[in-house]
């Protein structure tokens, strides 16, 4: 079993930054991949960005250049750092994890990954 924690969330205005901070139960030479994802309400969750155990990461179009996902393994954490923060990234982040080091079109799916965090609320607003 893999609990994680996510913590970092919070409230920003347009063009600021956070850092959200995931940390797992479990050794990360046990986890294949994480992944950060992002949820509104009415929306499915979308994957946001990825990192496997070798460090290969994937992101979505809108976050890139904008976003940076990075993983550290003594620590057993994975982090997401958020610049340049637009509104539409305003959701619930979750981080995910799976045993497996994915593929790359597997990252996408929500049911790749078969532990998540609780979520913690990311607000851009002016």
């Known amino acids: 079993q893999v609990h994680l924690v996510e913590f970092g969330g919070g409230s920003v205005q347009p063009g600021g930054s956070l850092r959200l901070s995931c940390t797992a139960s479990a050794s990360h030479s046990d986890i294949g991949t994480i992944g950060w994802f992002r949820q509104t309400p009415g929306k499915r969750r979308e994957l946001v960005a990825g990192?496997?155990?070798?460090?290969?990461?994937v992101y979505i179009d809108p976050v890139k250049g904008r976003f940076t996902i990075s993983r550290d393994n003594a620590k057993n954490s994975v982090y997401l750092q958020m610049d340049d923060l637009k509104p539409e990234d305003t959701a619930v982040y979750y981080c995910?994890?799976?045993?497996?080091?994915?593929?790359?079109?597997?990252?996408?799916?929500?049911?790749?990954?078969?532990?998540w965090g609780q979520g913690t609320q990311v607000t851009v607003s002016s």
């Open positions: 990192i496997d155990r070798r460090g290969v990461t």
């Open positions: 995910a994890a799976s045993l497996s080091s994915l593929s790359a079109s597997y990252y996408y799916s929500e049911v790749s990954y078969a532990y």
